[in-house]
């Protein structure tokens, strides 16, 4: 029985092979995969930032202040949550390759600012441009950078930065984001933040989660770890708020009609004899995936 | 890493060694009638069909090996080394595989496209004067160097914005295979053009002012322009517009086709003029044609600023293999068939197995070609980019793809309808943006490539270098999520800049 029923499935799979063949040859061409024989002519340039959209997508935890980007007033770095009103920065966006192969010659960077907070509307600073050579070679990473006066109005804002290459083997990595506000507590330390519903004529409702990831110091190369497979060593899982912190969000969460902004409040206060700094992310979520986010640092001398 | 896509054929460095399409026609064809004498002589000694028509078979195999060794190592002439080339792509030219395993020409699985090289315009063509210099030949006649010295001394004024060095990727090389003399064509891809309902406004007739010699003749082109940008040839077929002449020094066909009558008084100019429509809504384009002494010319070929590029399928490597299988099989057979009866019955299931794997193979050789690199929506298909070739875009607002290619330079001889250099293989190519299909008609390329040339020359002598690949292949560059996140400490700092690099 067993026999007859492996030669049943071989008539089967051959039958299947001929469809196969003759579909084949009547012009079904093969599909394109790297294992083809001549797999498509197309190698393509990867520019990205860190792009927090990306990684979470890929379920990686991710910090709003943004290793990517910069701010300059004249020749100084500075903090992007200090900036004076109508004052000249110089921004700075740091871009990589992940092709071995492409380079992007005239890579447009978009620039942005937008009110401090999740999903608020942005303004263009403008467009830059820059030479980004591959991975490993000396234009990799590249810098576009762009002048900036701040608006005449005091204010907390987020930048926002878009690489817009002519062509990419991966389109989503391309928006990085600076949202940072650095404060030192009056016990509690207090920050708000505007989270907007700029994306269409539904009603957005938003939650929020909290957390307190920061990029992790990277291990030298020399050092034995350093040798394993990095991306499966990345945690997927962002830490928690510390013991003894405190994190109050008001409100909780928000609906919030086509067009409108509401204010967050948040308080956040540190376990008594705390010192040092300490980093706490907020990200906004609707039932799309995320809004935005903001990373609030509570500094304790 | 210099070369991204595989390529199976070799191109003759001394021309020398090079011999012509003809001549291996001639030498394929020996080998085959050789090959059945020899199978009709074994046939008669031993009085049996299958030894005789095994050794013919196995014969033709070979002479089938030998045209495709000149295929592959002879048919192209190196010009020099590799070459890069920035532009459009302006048509595509894919593999035409078929189920006849007998059409050699099908087993040329390279993919094919012309470039137009940068900043040239799609309706820029040599002067015909040049062109004819380079006819095909009745008889072998070595290249004269006074058509490049005098296009070369015109191309200021011919050519203002195109590079001569650009110009000299597509022009006959002189001093690499002039002594052959062949024939050289160039490129030329008839641009349909756009539909629309529109009707045209404006008619160019190209070339716009050309003097000619006494009897010679002329090939113009008209084209019609519509309100929307879109444009359509008009010089002949059964949309053509009508062509006239103002005087008997000229006469002009329904083609326009010029030819200056050989009486005419010399330097007697002539108006062109092709009319599309009639009554109030015709329109109308003319070109001035200027009859001066000197020897007759006929109308050669057009050449655009075109440079033919390849990416090579491995068709006739596959064809050479299953001919040397082929050729194995039917050997094995003859052999056989000396030793009866189980010897001949081998040798007949031998034979019927060879004939099934022509059959089969050769339409499968024929599908396995090189893929396109331009994108799904073109008449073509592909998987690629999301713009279009300059022919297939179907509006004027249709993205174009430009592209920057490097490949090898060379002389293909059997290039239809006779020679023309090309980069063949292409080595890489990499799109380096887009620009709509009007604009590269009016000469609008959105952005210098020029210099992006230049720069990707320069990003290619490194990456290409050997010792870029053990840079990249370090520890501090194995990330693939971002260099912070999966990357380890290497030597270089992560740190901001120090100064901020300045806005351009």
């Keep these: 029985m067993s026999l007859l029923k492996q030669f049943w499935e071989f008539l089967l799979k051959l039958l299947a092979f001929i469809v196969a063949l003759f579909r084949y040859l009547l012009g079904l061409k093969k599909r394109a995969r790297c294992a083809c024989p001549n797999p498509p002519p197309l190698k393509k340039p990867d520019p990205f930032l860190y792009c927090q959209y990306f990684l979470m997508a890929l379920g990686y935890p991710v910090t709003w202040d943004n290793p990517d980007i910069f701010v300059f007033e004249g020749l100084v770095l500075v903090d992007p949550h200090q900036l004076k009103a109508n004052t000249q920065y110089t921004v700075v966006a740091r871009v990589w390759n992940s092709s071995v192969f492409v380079p992007v010659i005239h890579l447009n960077v978009a620039f942005f600012y937008l009110s401090f907070g999740m999903g608020t509307q942005s303004h263009a600073i403008g467009t830059s441009w820059t030479d980004l050579g591959v991975k490993g070679l000396a234009d990799c990473p590249a810098y576009a950078s762009i002048y900036w006066t701040t608006p005449a109005t005091l204010g907390h804002y987020c930048i926002q930065v878009l690489l817009e290459p002519p062509d990419d083997s991966n389109w989503l990595n391309n928006l990085g984001q600076r949202n940072i506000f650095v404060t030192q507590p009056q016990s509690p330390a207090v920050f708000s933040f505007s989270v907007g519903n700029h994306v269409g004529p539904r009603v957005r409702n938003v939650r929020f989660t909290i957390d307190a990831y920061t990029i992790p110091p990277l291990l030298a190369c020399d050092d034995r770890r350093a040798g394993i497979d990095r991306t499966r060593a990345v945690s997927k899982v962002a830490p928690s708020v510390p013991e003894g912190w405190t994190v109050v969000l008001t409100p909780g969460s928000l609906q919030l009609a086509q067009g409108e902004e509401q204010q967050v409040q948040a308080e956040i206060t540190p376990p008594p004899g705390f010192s040092g700094s300490m980093p706490i992310n907020v990200t906004g979520w609707d039932a799309n995936g995320p809004v935005g986010g903001v990373t609030l640092t509570v500094e304790v001398p | ?504």
């Excluded at chain 2, 084209?223 to 940008?229: S, V």
């Excluded at chain 2, 329904?254 to 005419?264: E, K, R």
């Excluded at chain 2, 009639?278 to 070109?287: E, N």
Aim: hydrophobic share 40%; net charge negative.
């Design chain 2, 1 to 504: 890493m210099g070369n991204w896509y595989q390529s199976w054929t070799n191109c003759c460095t001394n021309v020398n060694s090079w011999f012509s399409d003809n001549s291996v026609n001639w030498y394929t064809a020996l080998i085959g009638v050789v090959g059945v004498l020899v199978g009709v002589g074994v046939g008669g000694v031993t009085a049996a069909l299958i030894p005789g028509a095994a050794t013919s078979l196995a014969i033709l195999c070979l002479a089938g090996v030998y045209y495709c060794n000149w295929w592959l190592n002879i048919r192209l002439i190196c010009l020099g080394g590799d070459r890069s080339a920035i532009g459009a792509i302006f048509n595509i030219e894919p593999p035409t595989p078929s189920l006849d395993f007998l059409n050699l020409g099908d087993y040329d699985t390279d993919y094919s496209f012309n470039l137009l090289i940068y900043p040239a315009l799609p309706l820029d063509m040599l002067p015909n004067w040049f062109v004819d210099n380079f006819s095909p030949p009745t008889s072998p006649t070595p290249w004269q160097l006074s058509p490049i010295t005098q296009l070369q001394a015109q191309w200021p004024t011919l050519f203002p914005f195109i590079s001569w060095d650009d110009a000299n990727l597509i022009l006959p090389q002189q001093g690499t295979m002039g002594s052959l003399g062949l024939g050289f064509t160039g490129q030329y891809a008839s641009s349909p053009g756009s539909s629309s309902a529109l009707p045209f406004v404006s008619i160019i007739v190209a070339p716009s002012d050309q003097s000619i010699t006494n009897g010679s003749t002329l090939q113009l082109k008209a084209t019609g322009y519509r309100a929307d940008g879109s444009y359509q040839d008009l010089t002949q077929g059964p949309n053509a517009a009508t062509w006239t002449s103002s005087g008997p020094a000229a006469t002009i066909s329904t083609g326009g086709l010029v030819t200056a009558t050989t009486n005419a008084s010399l330097n007697t100019t002539v108006f062109i003029t092709a009319t599309y429509g009639s009554g109030a809504a015709s329109v109308s384009g003319a070109a001035t044609v200027k009859v001066v002494t000197g020897t007759t010319v006929a109308a050669g070929p057009w050449e655009q600023i075109l440079i033919h590029c390849e990416i090579e399928g491995r068709g006739m490597e596959d064809l050479r293999t299953l001919l040397w299988a082929l050729f194995g099989t039917f050997t094995t057979a003859a052999v056989l068939s000396f030793f009866p009866p189980i010897g001949t019955a081998i040798s007949i299931f031998l034979l019927l197995l060879a004939l099934l794997a022509l059959l089969f193979g050769g339409p499968a050789i024929q599908n396995d070609d090189a893929g396109p690199p331009n994108p799904p929506g073109s008449p073509q298909g592909g998987d690629g980019w999301g713009g279009y070739a300059y022919v297939d875009a179907p509006t004027t607002g249709s993205l174009v793809d430009l592209v920057y290619v490097c490949g090898r330079w060379v002389f293909d001889s059997l290039h239809q309808p006779v020679g023309s250099n090309e980069l063949h293989p292409v080595h890489y190519i990499v799109k380096v943006g887009s620009v709509p299909m009007g604009g590269l008609t009016t000469g609008d390329w959105g952005i210098d490539l020029e210099s992006m040339k230049t720069k990707l020359d320069q990003q290619y002598s490194i990456i290409n270098m050997p010792s870029t690949v053990n840079i990249q292949s370090k520890p501090e560059n194995q990330w693939s999520l971002h260099p912070l996140i999966d990357g380890c400490q290497g030597q270089a700092s992560y740190a901001p800049p120090a100064t901020p690099p300045p806005p351009k």
